[in-house]
């Protein structure tokens, strides 16, 4: 849609013949000039009115169409050129050959002087009013905002911009009076239509009324709406009288939405959402505010803090608003407030302040979350570890009390264990003594039975002392101090195979050691002490006639050393493997063919225990045994590696299926 104009001038036909400024004054300056020489040499033969007259009129058009100064200019020329060039012979005297001083005060010349000047005035206040015209024409039409300027008192729309068309579009219809408004069909923000008399631009021309951003909407045929700011003023004559109206409007319909979804999101958001002054004036409220403190938004609107809530809530909250004034930065607030049916709520607010275009805080807006239940559950936890670090410290008296009654009972058993070894063995060695005298001296005199009955003696105070001497040994490794350190597992091999050489001999036992053994992390003693128990178990446990083969070797990774010992003998039933590790477990009764007293196993894994590894046993009844013990690479791994004692590793798993498959 293009735009009307506003002023419809268009430039002088003439001036735009010549095309060019300079050329239109010469040409005037000469037609001047021209008509004056000609005036002054024909008024001896055709009268002074009629060449003067016409002299008048070329003066009048040459001044309205160059300016003043050019046709002033063109006079002088023309009295120069009637000097030298139409004087008559005879009339000249000295260098003029007429009277200057009669030509300045000649009465017709100073007419033609006024009327060039009045001429020139009115032409230079047109072209004036003109360029000034023109550039509010431009303005106008570069102006980012729609602008129409209507004719009173009628209403007609004489000058729309092309920027008023961009925006209304289709919408946008020329009327020629205020009653044809009502095609327009804009809705107050009820919903309403507007009547021809309620536009802006109508009640402007109707009254002079000053609109500032009124915002109408109108809907459009595909079911969306544009939203238009409208602003309209007065345009006032000399007398004060309304010659227009111009109206001013832009687009506000991307800004609406966005605004309505905003107060959508604010109206539904489950926090306290609020918009007040400096001073503690609220502007408005959300949903939620309302509802926590049972007061609509229109009940507040316009009122302070000190007409809502108690005095001192409304102190506090005034305070916080002029720290977030003066600091012209958000900040967070704990802020309390007794509510008329709950009581006493704690709020976490963040206040921010907001700034007009010139840099000035002119309102609050503040979020605030209700945390008086967060509050009450921190205090009730407050309380609780309170409670908590009392029964922890009475906990803590109590097993050092405990700890202390504990080290005195394990002195008290280990009084009794030392008596246990000094009383009881004695009475015991002293048995076994006289029961070897007995029939070393008097064999001859006793009877078959007898010597089996001293037999008997003798044999059952030997293995009571061997009883009394395990159980002493799984006493100490319960409680006493076990230092550790690297120890070559290779070197604790063949010192356990000197020791028990005369017991490999006996059996003809063969023992197969695959080297060479790792460095592992242990007590020498007690390392010792449980591959002699497996070991004694590998020579033990065989078959009557079959000769024991015991097979000793080592794996390790980054975390442990695994140990196994493999025997040939009877084997274990799987349904055994937690029994075996008990005390005084013994799976075989015959007390004979398999002696022991059922304490090496529990001894073991004990004895691993305190070394902070692991012990297990996978077997097959009648083909053999193969005995884990895992213990960590250093001292700092002890503690990963305790649980479960009977978890076979797969590698033992995959010796154990070999020895299926050899049998």
């Avoid at 000249?92 to 009327?115: H, K, N, R, W």
């Avoid at 003066?326 to 049916?341: G, K, N, Y």
């Avoid at 704690?346 to 840099?359: E, M, N, R, V, W």
Wanted: aromatic share 8%; net charge negative.
């Amino acid at each position: 849609m293009q735009p009307s104009p506003l002023f419809g001038s268009k430039p002088s036909r003439l001036g735009s013949r010549w095309g060019s400024v300079s050329w239109r004054f010469l040409a005037a300056m000469l037609f001047v000039a021209l008509t004056f020489a000609l005036h002054r040499t024909l008024e001896p033969f055709l009268g002074i009115r009629t060449t003067f007259g016409f002299f008048l009129l070329v003066t009048a058009v040459a001044t309205w169409w160059g300016g003043s100064k050019v046709v002033l200019i063109g006079m002088a020329v023309g009295y120069l050129a009637e000097i030298w060039l139409f004087n008559p012979a005879g009339q000249t005297s000295g260098i003029f050959p007429l009277d200057m001083a009669d030509f300045l005060v000649d009465s017709e010349y100073v007419l033609a002087g006024l009327i060039v000047l009045a001429v020139g005035s009115v032409r230079r206040t047109k072209d004036r009013t003109r360029q000034a015209h023109q550039n509010l024409e431009k303005i106008l039409e570069r102006m980012p905002v729609g602008v129409l300027i209507a004719k009173a008192p009628t209403g007609q729309l004489i000058y729309h911009n092309e920027q008023a068309g961009k925006i209304c579009g289709p919408l946008f219809i020329s009327r020629g009076c205020v009653n044809e408004y009502q095609s327009y069909r804009g809705l107050h923000p009820d919903g309403t239509l507007y009547e021809p008399q309620e536009w802006p631009v109508a009640r402007t021309l109707i009254s002079g009324e000053l609109v500032t951003n009124e915002e109408v909407e109108f809907p459009r045929e595909d079911g969306s709406r544009l939203i238009l700011s409208i602003s309209s003023a007065p345009i006032r004559d000399s007398a004060n009288e309304i010659e227009a109206a111009v109206l001013s409007f832009y687009d506000i319909t991307a800004r609406r939405e966005v605004e309505d979804q905003l107060q959508a999101i604010l109206q539904n958001a489950t926090a306290v959402i609020f918009l007040v002054t400096g001073d503690g004036y609220i502007l408005r409220v959300n949903r939620h505010w309302e509802k926590m403190f049972h007061l609509q938004n229109e009940q507040v609107q316009g009122k302070s803090f000190a007409e809502i809530f108690p005095r001192e809530s409304a102190e506090a909250f005034l305070a916080n608003n002029q720290q977030v004034l003066a600091r012209r930065a958000p900040m967070e607030f704990e802020e309390t407030v007794t509510l008329p049916e709950d009581g006493l709520h704690t709020f976490q607010s963040i206040k921010a302040p907001l700034f007009d275009l010139a840099g000035n805080a002119w309102a609050i807006v503040g979020v605030a979350t209700d945390i008086t239940e967060r509050q009450r559950m921190v205090s009730e936890l407050k309380g609780a570890q309170e409670k908590l670090s009392r029964h922890a410290v009475e906990l803590e008296r109590k097993v050092a009390e405990r700890t202390a009654h504990l080290e005195e009972t394990i002195q008290s058993l280990e009084g009794v264990c030392y008596h246990i070894a000094h009383d009881l063995r004695a009475p015991l060695r002293s048995m076994q003594g006289f029961s070897s005298l007995l029939l070393a001296t008097r064999s001859a005199a006793l009877t078959e039975e007898e010597k089996d009955f001293v037999h008997r003696i003798g044999d059952s105070a030997i293995h009571m002392d061997g009883l009394i001497h395990d159980l002493l040994e799984y006493g100490q490794l319960s409680h006493a101090h076990l230092p550790c350190g690297w120890v070559e597992l290779d070197g604790i091999v063949k010192l356990l195979l000197t020791h028990w050489l005369r017991e490999i001999q006996a059996a003809e036992a063969k023992i197969e050691v695959r080297g060479p053994l790792p460095r592992v992390w242990a007590n020498p003693k007690v390392l010792e002490q449980i591959l002699a128990n497996l070991l004694s178990n590998g020579l033990k446990y065989v078959a009557v006639g079959a000769t024991p083969h015991i097979q000793i070797w080592a794996e390790e990774d980054d975390v442990e050393c695994r140990i196994f010992v493999k025997d040939h003998g009877i084997g274990i039933e799987p349904g055994h493997y937690d029994k075996i590790f008990q005390v005084f477990e013994r799976l075989h009764s015959s007390e004979q063919q398999y002696p022991g007293t059922g304490i090496g196993l529990a001894i073991v894994r004990k004895g691993v225990q305190r070394l902070g590894g692991r012990v297990w046993v996978c077997s097959v009844p009648g083909q053999g045994s193969c005995f884990g013990v895992a213990l960590p690479k250093s001292e700092q791994q002890c503690a990963l590696h305790h649980a479960n004692f009977m978890d076979a590793p797969r590698s033992l798993a995959r010796e154990m299926a070999r020895m299926k498959d050899e049998g």
